[in-house]
């Protein structure tokens, strides 16, 4: 069962391009602005509009996060966010009109299952906006996990489908809900450890990633894993946390990303955690808010993969294989 953002007065909005493999997810509120903050794991990021989430910052709230393919070219789409926000005077009052906040973030989908001239536009974001909802989310491949792929350490051809996920957690009157774009370079793991998406042996077994980059003499160049893969993340609670400690919460939910996904945080992954609260909702305490996340991201990012459909000879989970 898909997670149900309205209990943090969230709407989802996906727009896929199944030909060029590519796609975009908005993230935005029902009815108005968000806290928001983040916290960067990897060290190959494509963001715009990150220090907007800085604590410090002068803005104090976003209107929407767009997580999208098509690399630093995918940036472009979040025109299309500030179009639809500002036709609806929402974002930071500057005397006759607003400027929409929309922090964004990217994954590199370029090419390896699709067009690498394909690349998500401000209308396709524009039109994810109008769309979203806030049940019922789509998972799997589409939006911006629609040409995400896993286990890319021994190339391109050894690797597995990648996707969209999305997980809930509740207690008493708490709820987390969690979003997970996987595209990593690393393996994906069960809660269990075992290995259930990554690089692949010739006869289909899991060569376990990890290891195989751990292996200096015979681990791939550094050139031939450039940085092509990220996991972007947002978590989400109806409990008001102020800036600080949302970026606490984005940082304590990052522990997911260490348990699900080995290797993360690479210097060839970038890696970004989000988090947003509802600045009008009840106070909430931090430590069970944290625990909350990181195992909703947890089940996310299982499900990014366990829903995912594969295409061009690599496979996805939900195909059965």
């Not at 002068?58 to 940036?75: C, I, K, P």
């Not at 025109?79 to 036709?87: F, S």
């Not at 008001?240 to 522990?255: H, I, N, T, V």
Request: hydrophobic share 40%; with cysteine; aromatic share 4%.
């Amino acid at each position: 069962m898909s997670a149900d953002f309205s209990a943090v007065d969230l709407a989802v909005g996906h727009a896929t391009d199944e030909r060029g493999a590519t796609g975009l997810t908005v993230i935005r509120g029902v009815k108005g602005g968000l806290r928001g903050a983040a916290c960067v794991f990897g060290r190959a990021t494509g963001t715009r509009e990150l220090d907007a989430l800085d604590p410090t910052h002068q803005a104090g709230r976003v209107d929407a996060v767009l997580l999208t393919g098509g690399s630093a070219y995918g940036l472009d789409a979040a025109a299309g966010v500030m179009r639809w926000m500002e036709e609806r005077h929402r974002g930071f009052e500057i005397g006759p009109g607003v400027v929409p906040i929309v922090p964004a973030a990217v994954i590199f989908d370029l090419g390896p299952l699709g067009d690498f001239k394909a690349r998500p536009t401000p209308d396709m974001a524009y039109a994810a906006c109008e769309s979203a909802r806030t049940t019922n989310i789509a998972e799997g491949s589409v939006g911006a996990g629609t040409g995400a792929t896993v286990g890319k350490a021994a190339g391109p051809s050894s690797a597995m489908k990648g996707g969209l996920g999305c997980a809930t957690r509740t207690a008493g009157e708490a709820v987390v809900c969690a979003l997970a774009v996987v595209n990593a370079l690393g393996d994906v793991r069960s809660a269990d450890g075992r290995i259930i998406a990554g690089a692949r042996g010739k006869n289909g077994e899991f060569l376990d990633s990890a290891k195989l980059l751990s292996h200096y003499s015979s681990a791939p160049k550094m050139g031939a894993l450039t940085p092509q893969h990220t996991t972007l993340c947002v978590v989400a609670t109806n409990m008001a946390l102020e800036r600080g400690e949302l970026s606490q919460l984005a940082r304590a939910a990052g522990a997911a990303l260490f348990k699900r996904i080995t290797p993360v945080g690479t210097s060839f992954d970038g890696d970004v955690v989000f988090a947003l609260c509802n600045p009008d909702g009840e106070r909430g305490t931090l430590m069970p808010l944290e625990l909350l996340a990181t195992a909703a991201l947890e089940e996310a990012i299982e499900r990014g993969v366990r829903t995912a459909r594969g295409r061009d000879g690599i496979p996805g989970l939900a195909d059965g294989k």
